[in-house]
């Protein structure tokens, strides 16, 4: 899966601190999910999404290897 | 909230040295297993989904490295057989017991866990009783409750039985004993029994 989180966030210049907070995470959580350590649930995601106003499809997009 | 969390290593070492004073006190220790608990039922809400994710990771780990000890302290004769027994068994019963729960569907489910319930329940009573007639009356209601368990898969409602029966043990048992005996027939006899009403109540989609 690639994860497009960081490039998205430092468009809207938002920080990883705002956005944790505004999603309601800590920030450890975002810096683990931008590396890929982490998969966040699907209603995480989604309030990424919203708070980065942008498609979950977009944040996270699914690879040919993903599929299994 | 996160003054909880802060409070962990002082209180589990403050369990240790008063353990000293009175072993009672050793429940101290359990303080950030309390801790967890809360966050399972989201009643403390400290923790984020990585962090509870990366809690349950180290309690893994930390099952682990218990199992690695509990061994060692019997190979080096510090437990008997049955302490060690119990010790490694229980957990063990918790975990399948969870994941029968939750990733079993519902007649599997309550088959894996009545005949393996069963089987115990009838292994401890031929070693402890032998072939005799009390060992053959004791080996009668883990019969029994498979039997119910193979209605209940057939009948839903059947389930309520189960919860009437564990809601009995449990009264019987909670009266009669104390501590660590009264912990184990819990995990043993109430805990499965309870599961398998559980998910013969369960609808399935």
């Given at each position: ?28 959580t ?15 995601a ?23 | ?14 369990g ?8 009672y ?6 303080y ?40 060692l ?41 009545s005949?393996?319930?069963?089987l ?86």
């Amino acid at each position: 899966m690639k994860i497009k989180l960081k490039e998205i966030r430092e468009e809207r210049k938002i920080t990883q601190e705002k956005l944790a907070s505004l999603v309601g995470v800590t920030r450890q959580t975002i810096i683990n999910i931008e590396k890929g350590k982490y998969k966040p649930t699907v209603l995480l995601a989604l309030k990424i999404s919203r708070v980065l106003n942008c498609r979950v499809e977009d944040l996270f997009i699914l690879e040919e290897d993903d599929m299994g | 909230m996160k003054i909880f969390n802060r409070l962990s290593i002082p209180i589990v070492f403050l369990g240790v040295l008063l353990s000293y004073l009175n072993p009672y006190l050793s429940i101290l220790i359990a303080y950030p297993i309390v801790l967890s608990l809360l966050r399972r039922f989201k009643i403390l809400k400290d923790f984020d989904e990585f962090q509870l994710k990366m809690e349950s990771e180290g309690y893994f780990y930390g099952f682990i490295v218990f199992f690695i000890m509990a061994i060692l302290f019997f190979m080096e004769g510090k437990m008997n057989r049955d302490q060690i027994m119990s010790i490694l068994l229980f957990p063990l019963l918790v975990k399948a017991l969870t994941l029968a729960l939750s990733t079993m569907d519902r007649r599997k489910g309550i088959l894996s866990i009545s005949w393996a319930m069963c089987l115990i329940l009838i292994t401890f009573s031929l070693l402890s009783h032998g072939f005799t007639v009390e060992g053959i009356i004791e080996i009668l209601p883990p019969i029994f409750l498979v039997i119910l368990s193979y209605i209940a898969i057939r009948f839903r409602f059947v389930g309520l039985v189960h919860f009437g029966i564990g809601v009995y043990l449990m009264n019987l048992y909670l009266s009669r004993m104390k501590g660590y005996g009264m912990f184990i027939t819990m995990i043993l006899l109430v805990l499965p029994i309870f599961s398998i009403g559980i998910l013969s109540l369960r609808e399935e989609e």
